[in-house]
């Protein structure tokens, strides 16, 4: 699959971020154009960008968007005014998705490359805005382009962990969608397939938001995969009749230590693929890594609205007067986890080295 095919959820093009609107999907491809950073704030919140990957590209956008309404403001910003101003949309954009680790990672790339920038415009009696605003948005193209070069090692080291003939199971959307393009845990399944493997892939439909059925089916339809959708509750039961030979997952936190936060239901699949020991991987670019965070226990779980498990498609399935609760993410302790597959290899127990070493931290 060359540059030029591979689905990207996020394009850079006439001076502003177009977002593939996932809320649409499967029905319409609806392309969201973001003029600034409150856009791109409300598209990660409102989840028509998504995943841990894309959610920090899509970020790194709204800083370059950013610089860029500052910079075209009347009258014109100092440095200091200007600096101050950066800071503020960061702040917006870091209050988004708790979760995702790569949001704040990305977040510091952008802010790095601003105090370098400005550093070089700072003493000047008319300093040169545009300047850091090109620096920024040369920044963000180019975590992009990085995060779909990492998914494609990603996928390469993790194909060569599966079997010539393999059914896969996924949950919740690690593919193109969630990244900057190829994807994580479905840049596993691209890359096996290229490799000359046969791949199945059984996708959980991950409830509430359906993103396994909306958009991991989506995806691996459009590219001519054999995938099929099954409810979340029958992912042990296949298990247990022999129908499942890995299960592969993404990530949006790695502690130091192994744990993963991903997308809530992650861990009951961690447990039934333990009782039937087969293989579980999480697949993630290091930048997923979150090696100040001992363990998952000090992971910050995002709750969105329950109000989110009342409906589907604006039509209410619960009865009147019922509560919710939606955890959006649980943590899979590490030793349940076969191995986490990175950009830069495959790390395996014990997680504290491995995941150092692979890191160079």
């Known amino acids: 699959m060359s540059p030029e095919e591979i689905l990207k959820p996020l394009r850079w093009h006439d001076g502003?971020?177009?977002?593939?609107?996932?809320?649409?999907?499967?029905?319409?491809?609806?392309?969201?154009?973001?003029?600034?950073?409150?856009?791109?704030?409300?598209?990660?919140?409102?989840?028509?960008v998504r995943g841990a990957p894309a959610i920090g590209c899509a970020a790194a956008y709204g800083v370059a968007l950013a610089a860029r309404?500052?910079?075209?403001?009347?009258?014109?910003?100092?440095?200091?005014?200007?600096?101050?101003?950066?800071?503020?949309?960061?702040?917006?954009?870091?209050?988004?998705r708790p979760t995702a680790v790569n949001l704040f990672w990305a977040l510091a790339q952008m802010r790095e490359a601003a105090r370098a920038a400005l550093a070089a415009t700072a003493d000047a009696s008319d300093p040169d805005l545009a300047a850091v605003v090109s620096t920024l948005e040369a920044r963000a193209i180019a975590i992009q382009a990085d995060d779909i070069e990492m998914c494609r090692r990603i996928g390469r080291h993790g194909a060569a962990l599966l079997p010539d003939d393999v059914a896969v199971l996924t949950h919740c959307n690690?593919?193109?969608?969630?990244?900057?393009?190829?994807?994580?845990?479905?840049?596993?399944?691209?890359?096996?397939?290229?490799?000359?493997?046969?791949?199945?892939?059984?996708a959980d439909e991950t409830r509430p938001f359906l993103q396994g059925a909306r958009l991991t089916a989506w995806e691996l339809v459009r590219d001519g995969f054999d995938v099929t959708l099954i409810p979340d509750g029958a992912a042990a039961f296949l298990m247990s009749r022999g129908e499942v030979g890995c299960v592969v997952v993404g990530a949006d936190r790695i502690a130091a230590n192994g744990d993963v936060a991903n997308k809530i239901g992650t861990y009951a699949l961690a447990l039934a693929a333990a009782r039937h020991a087969i293989p579980f991987y999480v697949a993630a670019p290091t930048s997923t890594l979150d090696l100040e965070t001992a363990s998952g226990d000090g992971i910050p779980i995002e709750e969105r609205s329950g109000t989110e498990l009342l409906s589907i498609g604006g039509t209410r399935i619960a009865a009147a007067g019922a509560s919710a609760r939606y955890p959006a993410f649980d943590i899979t302790p590490a030793d349940l986890i076969t191995a986490i597959i990175t950009d830069q290899g495959v790390a395996t127990a014990p997680y504290l080295e491995s995941l150092r070493r692979l890191s160079g931290r």
């Open 69 to 96: 309404r500052l910079a075209e403001a009347s009258p014109a910003p100092g440095v200091a005014a200007f600096s101050a101003g950066l800071e503020r949309a960061i702040d917006l954009l870091g209050q988004t």
């Open 16 to 48: 502003a971020l177009h977002l593939l609107d996932q809320l649409q999907l499967p029905a319409v491809e609806v392309w969201l154009r973001c003029e600034d950073e409150t856009d791109v704030a409300q598209a990660i919140r409102d989840m028509v």
């Open 174 to 202: 690690a593919g193109a969608l969630a990244t900057g393009g190829y994807g994580t845990a479905l840049g596993v399944v691209r890359a096996a397939r290229e490799a000359g493997k046969t791949v199945r892939v059984l």
